[in-house]
Structure formats: C-alpha cells, structure tokens
C-alpha cells in the first residue's frame, strides 16, 4: 500500500508514504477490503452506473475541485505526480452521479452533490 489513512479532530484523510508518478496506481479497491453494493452509501465511491464499491481506505480519501487523483473502475489514479505526506484526493463531482451526504467544499465553498445536479 502506498498510502496511509490519518485521523485529525475526528475528521479522517488518506496521504501519501511515498513519492508516486503520474498514472500509478494510489489504492486499488479491491477483496478483501472492499465489497460491491448497489446502492450509494455514506462512505461508497461510485465506479460505473449502479455500481459502487465500499472501500476502507476509499472511503477515507476526500473531495478536491482540482483533485490529485482519479476514479478509474477500482483504482484510484495519480493525475500528477504526488510526494509523500501529500493528501490523496478525488473530485466526487465527477465520480458520484449523486452525493449521498452533499456538504460545502473546503476550498471554494461550492455544495458538492454530484454530477447530476452540476
Ligand atoms: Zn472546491
């Protein structure tokens, strides 16, 4: 695994052990750690339409606008190169077609509530 998950004030995110390359794989969403479900849950990362995977370390990574990763299928994808103690993020806007707990973004402000209400 190349990342770790941090709890701060009860407020939880995942980060990076190592420097990574644009492209690699930053966490695959696989067994055993992870389970299939049909419908969104709180803490479920949206991968194709009616598909969404509960993920324990997926499930910590949070929302940017202008994220350093991507939702592809059950990987997590650097889009830059990443250093080690960097944040992981994903935009949900462009994973989730709706987010099940919609909330106000950290770094503009903007509800996050997914892709169908942008
Ligand atoms: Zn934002």
Same mark, same amino acid.
């Given at each position: 695994?190349?990342?770790?998950?941090?709890?701060?004030?009860?407020?939880?995110?995942?980060?990076?052990?190592?420097?990574?390359?644009?492209?690699?794989?930053?966490?695959?969403?696989?067994?055993?750690?992870?389970?299939?479900?049909?419908?969104?849950?709180?803490?479920?990362?949206?991968?194709?339409?009616?598909?969404?995977?509960?993920?324990?370390?997926?499930?910590?990574?949070?929302?940017?606008?202008?994220?350093?990763? %991507?939702?592809?299928?059950?990987?997590?994808?650097?889009?830059?190169?990443?250093?080690?103690?960097?944040?992981?993020?994903?935009?949900?806007?462009?994973? %989730?077609?709706?987010?099940?707990?919609?909330? %106000?973004?950290?770094?503009?402000?903007?509800?996050?509530?997914?892709?169908?209400?942008?």
């Amino acid at each position: 695994m190349s990342v770790y998950i941090k709890e701060e004030n009860n407020f939880k995110g995942v980060f990076a052990i190592k420097d990574m390359a644009k492209g690699d794989i930053v966490v695959g969403m696989t067994r055993p750690t992870s389970k299939l479900v049909r419908t969104p849950t709180r803490t479920s990362i949206q991968i194709s339409e009616g598909h969404h995977v509960e993920d324990e370390v997926g499930a910590c990574i949070n929302h940017a606008c202008e994220p350093n990763c %991507e939702v592809r299928s059950f990987l997590i994808i650097a889009l830059k190169d990443i250093e080690e103690g960097e944040e992981i993020t994903f935009d949900y806007n462009k994973s %989730e077609d709706v987010v099940s707990s919609p909330f %106000e973004c950290k770094c503009c402000g903007k509800m996050i509530l997914g892709r169908k209400h942008e």
